[in-house]
């Protein structure tokens, strides 16, 4: 009984002392720092302000290190890993896409800490969940599956914490599962659809039979339903049969019977990651390559590298970014340079999308002046122009998606590649406006900031 | 995509497929009938075999080497393994050596992608076997038509040294009754240490010689050894015949399912295992008793 009258008086005692602080404060801090203390009067969130107290800020990666996606998860995480390091030394091109970028974030300097999610939706929303208690991360990011991203977002919005999507080419993650709290960098398949289409009827024609093979997630389903779609109805391509795996599959032996028995003249190879080198690899085995033309409309980094050039020649892709835009574009020129010198090869898209979705979120938080989730959402809505590897591209307030061209490339013969990473070529770089469906025609329902 | 030419192609296809379940799944059954041990370790061992093929046949550049190669390392693992540890969990629970082998799977999976990185590794199907057969009624490739006569020739040696030899004769009464034959004077901790070293031969050799159809990464292992599980419990427990009509089974289904729709292979494929359980709890040529 004692106990809890002492708790009934003591909220009213915080109250006193709570004010009374505040009165102490206000007179003692210089003008300087009073806008910081603005700061205080939003009641805390997610894990603001506890995560921005220190001198270093941290952003929590679940990525796939092991497992059907690792090879293209690495890459991503060196894109994630160079952007860190250009944001804490206050890099040139990062200051290109952020320009009130100086050093740091806020004056943070930023430190990754890294989860293998196996691209298991399972897996990365664990790990985030403990870099959320462990150490307050301000930012999430990874996923090279939309399966990942879609888990993601979900635990973005509940847990409040922003998320930035790694790979993610499901129509969903900023479609039907779309939150406020979650952003997208990448292209997908409705952008990939409406990109590569026009060029695979302008190339083979129109009345095909095409077969597809799809992933039986997310990301293939929508990949495949966008792609599919656009090709029946603008050039009278007709799907004759649509082969769904699961993921990591290593035996496509069935499939590809089906394939071969199909009476298909395209083959569009939705698997990703090792799914696609195998079922790739296999389906030349069976001669279900170079029989029929190979389309890959969602672009594998390193496919062709473990494919060979033999069998990616001449296939249309489509993509996020190309190295060989450095040609084009002065900032891929610096980003691949960069990139090179501290890796060792060529950025793939992975890699680029990555450091272009840290980029975006230091301009957001910069223009924010505060890492208080909400204001940085804001920012990010109000899409500024930016500048990137693939020209100036601003995010979609409606959907949190980047609006950014896509980039059809067409592989190389072997005699023809100047070096040997020089595979692909690009042949159009897809403006992204007009690619995009209508911000609600996937369902997309932000939620609340708060 | 019904039509009698797939339906041909792919009742083939599952004879391919199921041929090689058949050879990784006598080796787990041969282990686990003979010494109780339901080894969870075999998936490791498998892909264990595909990269010491690998080793091989990039030293070599020969496919004969790595097929060797696969084959007698995994012997000499195996034998190893239960002379180190495995032999310690005859008599403890079966709880203790699933814990054990299954922590032996992990460190095996883990070393392979310390040294060789996650990506994976592509070892050449031979000269001889590479390209396509133009079978008639479909195209197959050469190498997978190979791998169909190369596990039958390796199931039957198999089945040579299980019912033809004396070691076979104490291995298949070890299965019946392991007591017994002890008390009949047969030394069957020397036996035990042989079939493990000729299960984990069987899984090496499937390893490699699976290589180029599927290339190696260092989960190959899992997901076979999903599969192969599926195989022993369909077959029975114990039973070699059974493995190989259990793998056989297998296979179609994966095919003719796929046929109708891919998305359900692998359902239809843990569909028809719970109906044996239902129907034959043993497996089909599994006895009661055995364990």
Known sequence: ?450 | MLSWANFGSQLFNGLALGALLALIASGLTIIYGTLGVLNLAHGAMFMLGGYAGYVAWQASGSFLAAVAAGTLALGVLGIVMERLIVRYFYARPHEDQLLVTFGLSIVFVEAVRWYFSSDSKTVQAPALFQGITNMGFMFYPTYRLAVVGICAVALLVLFLVLYRTRLGMIVRAGIEDAVMVDSLGINVDRVFMVVFGIGAMAAGFAGIINAPIVSLAPEVGEQILVQTFVVVVIGGVGSFPGAVIGGLIAGEIISLTSMVNPGYAYVMLFAAMALVLMVRPHGLLGKPGRE
């Open chain 1, 1 to 450: 009984m004692k106990q809890h009258g002492r708790y009934r008086f003591s909220p009213v005692r915080r109250e006193l002392v709570r004010a009374g602080f505040g009165l102490a404060g206000g007179l003692i801090l210089p003008a300087g720092l009073a806008a910081r203390a603005f700061g205080a009067e939003h009641p805390p969130i997610g894990t603001w302000p506890a995560g921005v107290q220190g001198k270093e800020v941290f952003i929590g990666v679940a990525v796939p290190r092991t497992g059907t996606y690792a090879e293209q998860g690495e890459d991503e995480l060196k894109g994630w890993q160079l952007a860190v390091e250009h944001l804490n030394s206050g890099h040139e091109l990062m200051r290109k896409i952020s320009p009130k970028t100086k050093k740091g974030v806020q004056g943070k300097q930023l430190k990754l800490v890294v989860a293998d999610s196996a691209a298991k939706p399972n897996d990365a929303v664990q790990a985030e969940q403990r870099f959320i208690t462990e150490n307050k991360v301000i930012l999430m990011t990874g996923s090279t599956s939309s399966a990942v991203a879609v888990a993601m977002n979900k635990l973005a919005q509940r847990e409040k914490v922003l998320y930035t999507a790694g790979i993610s080419g499901s129509n969903d993650t900023t479609g039907k599962d779309c939150v406020r709290y979650g952003f997208r960098q990448n292209f997908y398949g409705e952008t990939a659809a409406n990109a590569i289409g026009p060029v695979l009827l302008k190339a083979y024609g129109k009345n095909k039979k095409m077969a597809f093979m799809t992933p039986d997630y997310t990301y293939g389903h929508t990949v495949t339903k966008s792609t599919s779609e656009y090709l029946k109805e603008h050039g009278g391509w007709e799907m004759v049969t649509n082969q769904v795996s699961p993921l990591g599959a290593t035996d496509y032996s069935s499939y590809l019977t089906n394939i071969a028995n199909s009476g298909a003249e395209i083959l569009l190879n939705v698997n990703w990651g090792r799914d696609a080198v195998l079922s790739t690899q296999q389906a030349k085995q069976f001669g279900v390559i170079p029989k029929m033309k190979l389309v890959i409309p969602y672009q594998i980094p390193f496919l062709a590298k473990n494919i060979g050039a033999e069998l990616s020649q001449g296939v249309y892709a489509a993509t996020d970014f190309w190295w060989t835009l450095e040609d084009k574009y002065p900032l891929a020129k610096m980003f691949v340079d960069a990139f090179r010198e501290k890796h060792g090869y060529y950025p793939e898209w992975g890699a680029e999308n990555a450091y272009m979705s840290f980029a975006m979120w230091a301009d957001a938080v910069e223009h924010a002046g505060s890492f208080y989730p909400p204001d940085v959402i804001k920012s990010y809505e109000e899409g500024r122009k930016l500048q990137s590897m693939v020209g100036e591209v601003y995010v979609r307030k409606e959907d949190h998606q980047l609006v950014r061209p896509v980039v059809i490339v067409r592989g190389k013969a072997p005699k023809a590649m100047r070096n040997k990473e020089d595979f692909w070529e690009v042949t159009e770089v897809v403006p992204g406006a007009p690619l995009m469906q209508k911000p609600d025609a996937f369902g997309c329902h932000l939620g609340e900031y708060t």
